[in-house]
């Protein structure tokens, strides 16, 4: 007389998913039997569906919690646990007894425990994908915590430099801010096989500037954040770039420095000059892989401003006094109160394909804020309802132009 789990979710994986835990019991044909999923804070009582199942997803109960630590931007290395999910769950029985509700005290089972962290598969990578085939880094085809690709960017000056075209090219402006995020190291991906970051600088002859590396945190509970664009490292100090035109980072397993094994994509950014017409607006977003990526948006941008008011009508007259009188200058309708909403409509350069794609995971993301030069950053919402991904191959190049809403009010 026992539960007996059936399935559960993999001990690290995505919360963006349906994170089934399925349990049985000998005891369910007893008066109001319920499954008992017993969280320590709170417990969730299910009725077993007509398979004499008892069936719980923990997406929603868990999802909402997590969000991405914005006070991480201008670190050089640290990680994060407000991104990580720790669930665990022991699974009890209970029925009625003489018309009162109780919990068993014998024939539980424990789950293994879940750190879920904020990432999300599709419907059509079909149900319980291993997270180890895509999060795991074992090789130098894993791609971190980014929705940027091979095919995301191409550097026009790669090909002459004698770069590899396997690499991920990212531009960087010197004040740009920004972050990469990297699974915690732990054996939980079984095919996990890293322990630091690899940091280099090249120059303009291609010749290797420095090369420095750090340690990597390999607690489940924490996703590694690596402070990797220019920003950055120049604030952190580490690895020097003076006349720098270009460094990579990369993920790899130590023998012993400078000697690693790699277990990554090589990131390659370089350094592009500031438009000189134009102010950028950088943006930064929650990406669908566990980590945030980031636009620069370097043409025009308008700032706009839009009013809703809340007018009555005021009564012309004292009516409460021992005479009838008014003003010249009382007013009839009134404005209550003037809620306004701050908005900006930014473009882009030309963008390809790989950029598109990139850009329509900003569109759905609900956590987006623009990076100022500073360091400091401002909510904001896109409020752009229809976003067409054009392909080159038929058509021109473009540039994409949004629709942002302040998050924060105008005046309090």
């Given amino acids: 007389m026992a539960i007996t789990i059936d399935d559960q979710p993999y001990e690290y994986t995505p919360i963006g998913q349906r994170l089934i835990l ?6 369910v044909a007893n008066t109001g039997f319920r499954f008992v999923f017993d969280f320590g804070s709170f417990q969730v009582n299910v009725q077993p569906n007509a398979a004499n199942k008892g069936v719980l997803d923990l997406a929603p109960i868990f999802r909402e919690s997590l969000q991405h630590d914005a006070s991480l931007l201008t670190t050089s290395a640290d990680t994060e646990n407000t991104s990580v999910a720790f669930i665990s769950c022991t699974i009890k029985e209970g029925w009625l007894v003489d018309g009162v509700f109780t919990v068993s005290g014998s024939g539980m089972a424990d789950i293994d425990d879940v750190y879920a962290f904020l990432a999300e598969y599709q419907v ?57 995020y990297a699974p915690s ?6 095919d996990n096989d890293f322990d630091i970051v690899i940091f280099s600088s090249y120059d303009n002859n291609d010749d290797l500037i420095d090369t420095q590396f750090l340690p990597l945190a390999d607690n489940p509970s924490l996703v590694n954040v690596i402070g990797g ?73 308008e700032l706009s401003f839009n009013y809703d ?15 009838f009188g008014f003003n010249t200058y009382d007013r009839g309708t009134t404005d209550r ?13 030309w963008v390809s394909v790989g950029e598109f794609n990139l850009l329509q995971t900003l569109c759905r993301s609900n956590d987006v804020f623009i990076i100022n030069d500073d360091g400091t950053q401002t909510p904001v919402l896109v409020d752009t309802q229809n976003f067409v991904i054009k392909d080159e191959r038929y058509s021109k190049l473009y540039n994409v132009t949004l629709n942002l809403k302040y998050s924060q009010p105008v005046g309090l």
């Fill in 185 to 190: 190291s732990s054996p939980l991906l079984v």
């Fill in 124 to 180: 059509a990578d079909g149900y319980k994908p291993n997270p180890n085939t895509r999060y795991a880094l074992d090789g130098i085809t894993k791609y971190l915590m980014s929705e940027r690709t091979t095919d995301t960017h191409k550097w026009s000056e790669a090909s002459s430099r004698g770069l590899s075209s396997d690499w991920v090219y990212i531009p960087t402006r010197l004040s740009d801010w920004g972050v990469v």
């Fill in 22 to 27: 399925v349990a049985s019991s000998t005891n």
């Fill in 337 to 349: 109160y003037v809620t306004t909403t701050k908005g900006l409509q930014i473009n882009s350069d």
């Fill in 309 to 323: 008011r809340k007018q009555y009508q005021k009564v012309v007259g004292n009516y409460n006094a021992s005479t």
């Fill in 229 to 301: 664009y220019y920003a950055n490292i120049d604030s952190w100090g580490g690895l020097d770039l003076t006349g720098a035109k270009y460094y990579t980072i990369q993920f790899g397993k130590e023998t012993l420095f400078p000697v690693y094994t790699p277990a990554s994509r090589l990131y390659c950014f370089y350094l592009v000059a500031d438009d000189c017409k134009f102010d950028n607006v950088r943006l930064g977003w929650s990406n669908t892989c566990g980590g945030v990526d980031y636009f620069n948006f370097t043409k025009k941008s």
